[in-house]
């Protein structure tokens, strides 16, 4: 069974740091396209960024409020996904879930679509 | 960014219904466009991808269509467990983005 679990969230201060890990299994993780999701409290699914898989370059991509201040990483011999937070702000106070990316189709015409979540870890940003 | 928009934002239905949600994107994302459920406080989940392709597992009375701008997700006799938000999400460029949900409460 694919499985995904989140920790590292927390309680932070505005301008702090910290930093979200996924646990993935049952799955071959080095393979595998990541993505982390986040949701304010009462709102909507807001996609925070992707990692692709280091064999296809492990290249990173990330939404307009926190490129600069977020990074994705991974480490394929923990099975872990990680999200680096720095410059945290009030705004930034979320769940956060991390997604194992599937995609069907061919090639050049891949569909990606977010297949497997974690039930997701609390950041809260607050003095 | 593609701004994607869905209507309407909150709807109500009786056991046995058939529920239409619709997503609109603010330009062409051809069938690059998924579903997802979520239920208070859980994680969301696949529903469907390529616009029409059931999520191994998804009951078949949910079916999706759409292509280019304008996409429906249909329920056909939705049933209790169906009461949830739902959420479409395109995968054309980057930034993904997702709508900001339609909540379909018991009437």
């Known amino acids: 069974e694919v499985q995904l679990v989140e920790s590292g969230g927390d309680l932070v201060e505005p301008g702090g740091s910290l930093t979200l890990s996924c646990a993935g299994s049952g799955f071959t993780f080095s393979h595998a396209y990541m993505t982390w999701v986040r949701q304010a409290p009462g709102k909507g699914l807001e996609w925070v960024g992707r990692i692709k898989s280091k064999g296809e370059g492990g290249t990173t991509d990330y939404g307009e409020p926190v490129k600069g201040r977020f990074t994705i990483s991974r480490d394929d011999s923990k099975n872990t996904l990680y999200l680096h937070m720095n410059s945290l702000k009030t705004e930034d106070t979320a769940a956060y879930y991390c997604?194992?990316?599937?995609?069907?189709?061919?090639?050049?015409?891949?569909?990606?679509?977010?297949?497997?979540w974690g039930k997701g870890t609390t950041v809260t940003v607050s003095s | 960014d593609i701004q994607m928009t869905q209507s309407p934002s909150s709807l109500s239905a009786s056991v046995g219904d058939r529920v239409t949600i619709t997503c609109r994107a603010s330009q062409s994302i051809s069938t690059y466009l998924n579903w997802y459920q979520q239920k208070p406080g859980k994680a969301p989940k696949l529903l469907m991808y390529?616009?029409?392709s059931l999520q191994s597992g998804v009951p078949s009375r949910f079916s999706g269509s759409g292509s280019g701008t304008d996409f429906t997700l249909t329920i056909t006799s939705v049933q209790p467990e169906d009461f949830a938000t739902y959420y479409c999400q395109q995968s054309y460029s980057f930034p993904r983005t997702f709508g900001q949900g339609a909540k379909l409460e018991i009437k």
């Open positions: 997604t194992w990316v599937s995609r069907w189709g061919r090639r050049a015409d891949y569909y990606y679509y977010m297949d497997v």
């Open positions: 390529a616009a029409s």
